[in-house]
């Protein structure tokens, strides 16, 4: 098995390090059972595709994935999250048995759908802990599941192009974070903030369908994107910077509430020019915003 990894590996970094990857790979998996053989071996074969492809521990890509990463499970356990809120907004207000309609629901694409977004809830959730060796794999495998899914209920839940694009996207953002990064990544400071965003994105919506919030029935889908650009703000002011790597981070984490806003609002003339509106609108606001950081790294 150890061979064929290794020839995923850039020629030159195999020439280097392919004899104590090869030996080390021998050490930690003697005597133990094929699952964890395979498990090492796919965790070789992401870091080889990772050389591969530049996304090395200090590429300066590396960085604004590393940072992406805890706001992408975040976006995704929104997403998700609110994908379960409006089945359990539906359930309540139908006439239907309960029974039954748990049976209907439950069944084909739609159980896949419920049941996947229930899977990458709880693995973002996990892997914000710090448990990444088992909230990653439980996220990226829910959002694949939730992306075959899509597509195959077609218009019926979603977009069965945009859809199934952003779960993968998002899937695809959350394996492309260095693993010596994740932790660093979900430390208690980012990982409140990831926490944060979830809430945010959440709590609002529920409000609105337990109709909490008079006059308001729903919003288009635009609030968690404003939750992410928000983010996106405050992180350039923390940071004093210009924004290019906080914006880009936040781009990179928000396919899955991109996704639902396009879903929601397409058609909508109003929302499609307020969604339009936000990228040029944040981007403005976090050069000021990192030049009031800045300003106030100075005078402190």
Same mark, same amino acid.
């Given at each position: 098995?150890?061979? &064929?990894? !290794?020839?995923?590996?850039? @020629? ?26 395979? /498990? ?15 996304? %090395? ?5 590396? /960085?604004?994935? *590393?940072?992406?990463?805890?706001? +992408?499970?975040?976006?995704?356990? @929104? ?13 309540? =207000? ?6 039954? /309609? ?11 759908? !419920? ?11 996990? =892997?914000?802990? %710090? ?8 996220? #990226? ?8 899914? =899509? ?6 839940? %979603?977009?069965? $192009? $945009? ?7 998002? *899937?695809? $953002? ?22 944060? $965003? ?6 609002? &919506? ?26 996106? #703000? #405050?992180?350039?002011?923390?940071? %004093? ?28 003339? @109003?929302?499609?020019?307020? !969604? @339009? *509106?936000?990228?040029?609108?944040? +981007? ?9 950081? &800045? ?6």
């Amino acid at each position: 098995m150890i061979e &064929r990894v !290794l020839r995923l590996y850039p @020629a030159a970094y195999r020439r280097a390090h392919g004899g104590e990857i090869a030996a080390t790979f021998r050490e930690m998996t003697e005597g133990e059972p094929l699952s964890s053989r395979v /498990q090492e071996g796919a965790g070789l074969a992401a870091h080889a595709m990772r050389m591969r492809m530049g996304l %090395g521990s200090a590429a300066p890509v590396a /960085q604004v994935l *590393a940072l992406a990463y805890p706001f +992408a499970l975040a976006a995704s356990a @929104a997403a998700c999250g609110l994908h379960l809120l409006r089945w359990y907004a539906g359930l309540v =207000a139908s006439p239907t048995p309960l029974g039954m /309609q748990l049976g209907v629901d439950l069944s084909g694409a739609w159980g896949v759908l !419920l049941v996947s977004s229930l899977i990458v809830f709880a693995g973002a959730a996990s =892997a914000l802990a %710090g448990r990444w060796r088992v909230g990653v794999p439980c996220t #990226v495998a829910g959002l694949l599941c939730f992306a075959v899914a =899509a597509v195959v209920s077609g218009p019926a839940f %979603g977009d069965p $192009v $945009v859809t199934p694009a952003a779960a993968a996207l998002a *899937a695809a $953002v959350v394996l492309a974070c260095p693993p010596d990064r994740r932790l660093e990544s979900t430390a208690p400071g980012w990982a409140g903030m990831a926490g944060a $965003v979830i809430a945010l994105v959440v709590v609002p &919506r529920a409000a609105i369908d337990a109709h909490a919030v008079p006059g308001v029935s729903t919003d288009y889908g635009c609030w968690p994107l404003l939750v992410l650009a928000a983010t996106g #703000v #405050v992180l350039t002011w923390r940071s %004093g910077s210009r924004g290019g790597r906080e914006l880009g981070a936040m781009v990179l984490a928000s396919p899955p509430v991109l996704a639902q806003a396009y879903t929601t609002a397409w058609g909508e003339a @109003a929302a499609v020019a307020c !969604l @339009a *509106a936000v990228l040029p609108a944040t +981007a403005a606001l976090a050069l000021l915003a990192g030049r009031l950081g &800045r300003t106030r790294r100075t005078f402190l």
